[in-house]
């Protein structure tokens, strides 16, 4: 089993490789559901909220798009918890258009 994988700064971020050759997911350490996947090709860094959406039993792991920092991450998930606490899915995708 491997160790966990986490960071809890940005210097911490900065550092961050993926491993073997394949993209891997940090956990932030300060905020329950954050992640970080590093591309394994390109080395990019994309952030990651690993929620359960109202209503649902499993888990899913939704992008912040438009998120740089670490910062930036930790406040977009704060408010995304916040309006899943009321029972609403920011991240979720829209509804099919029926035609």
Do not use: H, N
């Amino acid at each position: 089993m491997r160790a966990q994988l986490k960071f809890s700064t940005e210097a911490d971020l900065a550092k961050l490789k993926a491993i073997d050759g394949k993209d891997t997911i940090y956990s932030d350490a300060k905020t329950q559901g954050l992640k970080v996947r590093v591309s394994s090709r390109s080395g990019r860094k994309t952030f990651l909220l690993e929620y359960r959406p109202p209503g649902q039993r499993s888990a899913t792991k939704r992008s912040l798009d438009g998120v740089e920092t670490l910062k930036d991450a930790r406040s977009k998930a704060l408010e995304i918890k916040a309006s899943l606490l009321q029972g609403t899915d920011p991240l979720a995708p829209p509804p099919p258009k029926i035609t």
